[in-house]
């Protein structure tokens, strides 16, 4: 059975706003999806990461063992950053996709449907 | 006698490969497999004669050759099973597999370039050469487009069915919006000419038909139909032999097809008497009016323009407006059409808003104002014939402007 890696993006200006209150909306939204696809059965990991400022991106230059190089903040600045992400196992990208739409962060803000790759699977 | 069959081959292998992508699950198999009957096709059918199915024919020999491809390349072993299994049952000619493989070309995953595309090669049997041409790209770029699209089908699971119920109505406009687009194409070269020896109009006419008749309970799937076929009825007054545009008012109505926009009126009037009305039941409806007119004269405005008001209602935006504008001026005049063309959002790069404009003012001999307007629509044409006959418009409203010591 195919897995979908589902990332969750929301607008980078909104990211730490929003008082106590709202946070324990959106908590008890996500809680509503956990258990949902959980029960489905679909539901095979994720995690809620913290705001993209505590990311560090590195890149090692010249292969493996070469200088690392660290940039603070995420890979790319753009207006949305990931936030978190849920690994969805289904039987295609539609069942994948109707679910993936069930996350609050579709309406919150974006979420990116990624197919992962299957390295049992002879090509 | 070659010329023939390959004709016979691309038509036919539509159905074929719909059925061997069932079979096999995979796209490029399917594709390889169908090559290989062809190949075989060709050289039998001159000496032994077109089988009584070809369909049929192509399908047990590619399902043979699939079969052969898999135990030549042992690395797909891991697969090999599970493939045996599937092409173990006698392929039977499944009448859904093409609307299956309609489904999946036109998924709401990919994007309206890609499916157009996939559905041009796969169902149409289109090469990608000619493809390219219909779309005015280079062939790299629209094989890129097709292997990119195919990969993403299997990489990303995209399914081969039938959506279901509830899915039906947004999946069944993706289907539409492909189908249209490739019509479109057909009728705005970007820039340039068309140059190529398939016409996207027929091929999109010819799916449209298939769509049709595996869908015969779909209005919105006859109401495309109805409006393909009325519009390419006239395609061959579009445009004089120096290849600009003529307007609708000066083609020569003895040279449109009758007989197909009889057909298209007919269906118009069988899905209109139904059901809810979608909106390319009501373009249709509206293009079948123009096309019944004998004489420019004739055109029913007053229907046009109610239809317009309804297809707003339910399809708002910039295109329908200014259609509508051009509706309600035949009707009430210039200045009712110019009152509808006053601040619509999204249309300032769009040539066909500004010559509209410009047109409306010209009738209404608001001469400066319409040598502006004309140079704005100037700006956003992207196709030489439509930039000739903006430039005589510009010419003759210059003229006047000057002349009546506007300036």
Redesign the interface.
């Known amino acids: 059975m ?1 897995k979908y890696a589902a990332l969750i993006y929301s607008p980078a200006e909104t990211e730490g706003m929003g008082t106590p209150e709202d946070w324990a909306k959106v908590m008890a939204e996500y809680n509503v999806f956990g258990e949902e696809a959980g029960a489905a059965g679909v539901l095979v990991g994720g995690e809620a990461l913290h705001d993209s400022h505590t990311a560090t991106t590195i890149s090692v230059s010249g292969g493996k063992g070469g200088d690392t190089l660290h940039t603070d903040g995420p890979f790319a600045e753009t207006k949305d950053v990931l936030g978190g992400f849920y690994l969805l196992e289904c ?4 069942e994948a ?1 109707s679910w993936a739409a069930r996350i609050p962060g579709a309406w919150h803000g974006k979420v990116e ?1 990624r ?1 992962c790759v299957d390295f ?4 | 006698m070659t010329g023939d069959l390959t004709e016979i081959l691309r038509i036919e292998g539509g159905q074929v490969l719909a059925t061997l992508i069932r079979l096999t699950r995979s796209f490029d198999l399917a594709e390889d497999a169908l090559q290989d009957a062809t190949v075989v096709a060709l050289q039998r059918w001159p000496l032994d004669g077109v089988p009584a199915n070809p369909a049929g024919w192509l399908t047990t020999v590619a399902r043979n050759k699939a079969l052969d491809r898999i135990r030549r390349e042992s ?5 090999e099973s599970e493939a045996m299994r599937l092409l173990g049952d006698p392929p039977v000619a499944d009448g859904d597999d093409r609307l299956r493989l309609l489904f999946t070309c036109c ?1 709401p ?1 990919l994007s309206l370039e890609a499916r157009v595309a996939l559905a041009l090669r796969t169902i149409g049997g289109v090469s990608t050469v000619d493809i390219a041409r219909m779309f005015l790209v280079a062939e790299a770029t629209m094989g890129q487009r097709i292997s990119r699209a195919k990969k993403k089908i299997a ?5 081969y069915r039938i ?1 279901s119920e509830k ?1 039906l109505p947004g999946r069944l406009d993706a289907v539409l919006a492909t189908i249209y687009l490739i019509f479109t194409a057909a009728h705005h070269a970007p820039s340039g000419e068309l140059d190529s020896h398939l016409d996207a109009g027929d091929e999109a006419i010819r799916l449209a038909r298939l769509l049709v008749a595996l869908m015969p309970d779909e209005p919105e799937a006859r109401g495309l139909l109805a409006l393909l076929v009325t519009t390419h009825a006239r395609r061959v007054t579009r445009l004089d032999s120096a290849g600009d545009v003529v307007l609708l008012a000066d083609q020569d109505r003895s040279m449109w097809d009758r007989g197909a926009i009889i057909d298209a009126s007919s269906i118009v009037d069988s899905v209109m008497q139904r059901g809810p009305v979608g909106p390319y039941q009501i373009q249709a409806a509206i293009a079948s009016l123009h096309s019944e007119a004998e004489r420019y004269d004739q055109t029913n405005w007053l229907r046009i323009a109610q239809l317009y008001r309804l297809l707003e209602g339910i399809q708002p935006g910039p295109v329908v407006r200014v259609n509508r504008a051009v509706a309600e001026a035949q009707v009430s005049g210039p200045a009712a059409g110019l009152d509808l063309l006053t601040d619509i959002a999204g249309s300032d790069g769009w040539y066909l808003f500004w010559s509209t404009k410009a047109d409306f003012l010209r009738r209404l001999g608001r001469w400066d104002e319409a040598v502006v307007t004309y140079q704005r629509a100037l700006e956003c044409s992207m196709n030489d014939t439509d930039r000739r006959f903006l430039e005589s418009r510009l010419a003759g409203v210059t003229h006047r402007s000057t002349g009546t010591g506007g300036r």
């Open positions: 195919p039987s295609d990208l539609d996709l449907v197919p049992t699977e002879g090509q | 690395v797909r072993t891991s697969k998924h995953a990489g990303a699971h995209i399914p959506p899915e």
